[in-house]
Nanobody
């Protein structure tokens, strides 16, 4: 059983930065991802990372501003968000995909069956 707990959300002025953390219990080597959901919108992919922390992919909205990383020794995945914009305002969720080997990761939400409770990020102008 995998349990995911996000932290690090908050309110920040546009242009600022936040670092989200996702602590995983029952942690193993699988693909991890961040998704986000704004009010009235569908949950969308933000970034993912393979078990080796070598391959990462990002949604176009976050490329060049967001960085995903993981520390397997600490069972933790991070999302560093810089140059935040009001449109980044959303609840951010950590998710795990246990369906594969962890070496090749998908952006498709249907494969991520383990989720955290989410952490709110609000960016004001």
């Amino acid at each position: 059983q995998v349990q995911l707990v996000e932290s690090g959300g908050g309110s920040v002025q546009a242009g600022g930065s936040l670092r989200l953390s996702c602590a995983a219990s029952g942690y193993s080597t699988y693909c991890m991802a961040w998704f986000r959901q704004a009010p009235g919108k569908e949950r969308e992919f933000v970034a993912n990372i393979d078990k080796y922390a070598r391959d990462k992919s990002y949604a176009r909205s976050g490329e060049g501003r967001f960085t995903i990383s993981r520390d397997n020794a600490k069972n933790t995945v991070y999302l560093q968000m810089n140059s935040l914009k009001p449109e980044d305002t959303a609840t951010y969720y950590c998710a795990a995909d246990l369906s594969g080997s962890g070496a090749v990761c998908t952006q498709l939400i249907k494969y991520y069956v383990h989720w955290g409770q989410g952490t709110q990020v609000t960016v004001y102008s």
